[in-house]
């Protein structure tokens, strides 16, 4: 039996709750092109806003939105661009910024740091573990940090 309304229900219906895609952002642009794209991704804390890296690692590397260079050779350590790739980075159709991981606010941000040997504490203040299991409602009363996409595009 499939929830009714299943958003504002959320975490009650653990398994579909969980099924849930949560790593496609939309950015506001249905028919993105790639001319004159820019995207970044910043950390806002009560205490910061506009931070482009955790514990000195881009968020957009940490993200896995940056690991090719402008030639499209892997690159490690990013360039510093968002890496505009139809179907995998970004949806042109709908204007969505699309991220390698399930959960890339947790589990991709763990992933990262011990890809590079920085393991971080589950309990980290970088991990925002309670997108995945709070309802948006809830979530806005508590967040003290977030995570915010800011760039400009051009659109058909």
Same mark, same amino acid.
């Given at each position: 039996?499939? =929830? &009714?309304?299943?958003?504002?229900?959320? %975490?009650? $219906? #653990?398994? =579909?709750?969980?099924?849930?895609?949560?790593?496609?952002?939309?950015?506001?642009? @249905?028919?993105? &092109?790639?001319?004159?794209?820019? +995207?970044?991704?910043?950390? /806002?804390?009560?205490?910061?806003?506009?931070?482009?890296?955790? +514990?000195?690692?881009?968020?957009?590397?940490?993200?896995?939105?940056?690991?090719?260079?402008?030639?499209?050779? %892997?690159? =490690?350590?990013?360039?510093?661009?968002?890496?505009? #790739? @139809?179907?995998?980075?970004?949806?042109?159709?709908?204007?969505?910024?699309?991220?390698?991981?399930? !959960? @890339?606010?947790?589990?991709?941000? /763990? #992933? $990262?740091?011990?890809?590079?040997? /920085? =393991?971080?504490? @589950?309990?980290?203040?970088?991990?925002? %573990?309670?997108?995945?299991?709070?309802?948006?409602?809830?979530?806005? !009363?508590? +967040?003290?940090?977030? $995570?915010?996409?800011?760039?400009?595009?051009?659109? /058909?």
């Amino acid at each position: 039996m499939r =929830p &009714i309304n299943l958003l504002s229900a959320g %975490p009650a $219906y #653990r398994d =579909p709750w969980r099924l849930l895609v949560k790593s496609i952002y939309p950015i506001g642009y @249905p028919g993105v &092109i790639n001319y004159q794209f820019e +995207l970044g991704v910043f950390q /806002q804390t009560d205490v910061t806003f506009g931070q482009h890296s955790v +514990l000195g690692q881009p968020l957009l590397v940490i993200l896995g939105l940056d690991r090719y260079s402008s030639d499209g050779m %892997p690159a =490690p350590r990013g360039d510093g661009v968002f890496d505009y #790739r @139809p179907g995998r980075t970004i949806d042109q159709t709908h204007g969505d910024v699309i991220l390698p991981y399930v !959960r @890339p606010f947790d589990d991709g941000i /763990q #992933r $990262y740091f011990a890809s590079i040997g /920085q =393991p971080i504490s @589950p309990t980290s203040n970088v991990l925002l %573990p309670q997108l995945y299991d709070t309802t948006t409602t809830a979530l806005a !009363r508590r +967040l003290a940090s977030r $995570y915010v996409f800011k760039g400009s595009a051009m659109h /058909q």
